[in-house]
Structure formats: structure tokens, C-alpha cells
T-cell receptor, first 112, second 111 residues
Framework: AQRVTQPEKLLSVFKGAPVELKCNYS??????LFWYVQYSRQRLQLLLR??SRESIKGFTADLNKGETSFHLKKPFAQEEDSAMYYC??????????????FGKGTKLTVNP | GAGVSQSPRYKVAKRGQDVALRCDPI?????LFWYQQALGQGPEFLTY????????KSGLPSDRFFAERPEGSVSTLKIQRTQQEDSAVYLC?????????FGSGTRLTVV
């Protein structure tokens, strides 16, 4: 069964400190991994996807197939990074849809 | 429209009442998904449409849940005889090929 685990419900850091949001997954095939972010009173939006290997707003994430992890990292956190972060993977399902399987989310608070 | 639009933004229903939630996807988007997000949880897949065809409804929690997209554009998620455990945010997302755009969701509270 496909599963995404985000072990930290809450994470609090100070501005300028490094931040790492953990994500582990279980999936029998070759998953595609994503990080989604939801800022206060805004809709869920894509932050980054592992296949593009890009850095968005200073965040990066590396897929580690050996450890089945896709941790999100940023070297210097900013107050505007405070948000809810969801790790997700796509799972092929009936009808060829690529539904997303989400973790429960980590609420990041960056303190001044 | 510029984004995925959902209405109403908030809905309070008495237990046993039927509700209908609307999703207006981005024009031309072939794929449409519905997700349910309970408090403190991540979104969970409910159902998927490709144009007007409902190709996957494996996530619908019971036969009280019904979704349609008759003309391959606007979609409606209907919940019959609502129960307290149906209280959640219902998210709609649309996609052309890859990459979702989510709506703001409808927060349903069953009292």
C-alpha cells in the first residue's frame, strides 16, 4: 500500500536557522514525489517535485530511494516560510489517474 | 477562469441533510479530482474524472457520496444524509496533463 509519513506534526525554528521537514514513503513501484505548501488562508500549491530537481524559494528535496525518504530542506529559514507543508506521492490507480497520496502535514513556524 | 473555483466556501448542514458542493475547474483541464481533508489530516483522494467519465471512485467512503461531471467541465460532489464524520474540507483539483491546481475548498460542518 502507498503511504507517506511525516513524523513531525509541528516544527519551530528561528529565522536564519536551517530547517528540514522529514518525509518517508512506502510504495511498491517508482513513485513521483512532491512537496505542497499551504500558507495561511491560501490554497494548497505545489512547492516542488523531485523529477524537476529544482530549488523553489530556497527549498530543495532529494529523493533517497534507499531510505525511501524525500526530506525538504532550506539552509536559512525566513518568517514567510511559516506554513503547512505536505509531502505527497502519485500512485497510479484505476482509470489511469495519478491520484496523490498525502502525508498528514507538518506545520512550520519560523520565529523572528 | 484563472483558477479552480469552489462553492460554497462554507456549508453548515444538519445531520441527515443532503448537500451539493460545486467545482469549476480551469477551462480546458481534462482531469478533475476531489479530495477530502479532515481536521489535522492530509487530503485524501475521493474520485477522479477524465472529461465527463468518472474513471476512479475508489476513495468515496460510502454510497452516500456521489460525484458527477456531466459535460466534462463543472463537477458536483453530492453527499446524502450527511453525518458528523463527513465534516471536512472538500478540495477540488484540475489538471491538463501533469501538475494539479487546487481550489480553495469547501468547509463542510455537519451539526
Amino acid at each position: 500500500a502507498q503511504r507517506v509519513t511525516q513524523p513531525e506534526k509541528l516544527l519551530s525554528v528561528f529565522k536564519g536557522a536551517p530547517v528540514e521537514l522529514k518525509c518517508n514513503y512506502s510504495y511498491s513501484g517508482s513513485p513521483e514525489l512532491f512537496w505542497y505548501v499551504q500558507y495561511s488562508r491560501q490554497r494548497l500549491q505545489l512547492l516542488l517535485r523531485h523529477i524537476s530537481r529544482e530549488s523553489i524559494k530556497g527549498f530543495t528535496a532529494d529523493l533517497n530511494k534507499g531510505e525511501t525518504s524525500f526530506h525538504l530542506k532550506k539552509p536559512f529559514a525566513q518568517e514567510e516560510d511559516s506554513a503547512m507543508y505536505y509531502c505527497a506521492l502519485t500512485a497510479n490507480s484505476q482509470g489511469g489517474s495519478e491520484k496523490l497520496v498525502f502525508g498528514k502535514g507538518t506545520k512550520l513556524t519560523v520565529n523572528p | 477562469g484563472a483558477g479552480v473555483s469552489q462553492s460554497p466556501r462554507y456549508k453548515v448542514a444538519k445531520r441527515g441533510q443532503d448537500v451539493a458542493l460545486r467545482c469549476d475547474p480551469i477551462s480546458g483541464h481534462v482531469s478533475l479530482f476531489w479530495y477530502q481533508q479532515a481536521l489535522g489530516q492530509g487530503p485524501e483522494f475521493l474520485t477522479y474524472f477524465q472529461n465527463e467519465a468518472q474513471l476512479d471512485k475508489s476513495g468515496l467512503p460510502s454510497d452516500r457520496f456521489f460525484a458527477e461531471r456531466p459535460e466534462g467541465s463543472v463537477s458536483t460532489l453530492k453527499i446524502q444524509r450527511t453525518q458528523q464524520e463527513d465534516s471536512a474540507v472538500y478540495l477540488c483539483a484540475s489538471s491538463l496533463w501533469t501538475g494539479y491546481t487546487f481550489g480553495s475548498g469547501t468547509r463542510l460542518t455537519v451539526v
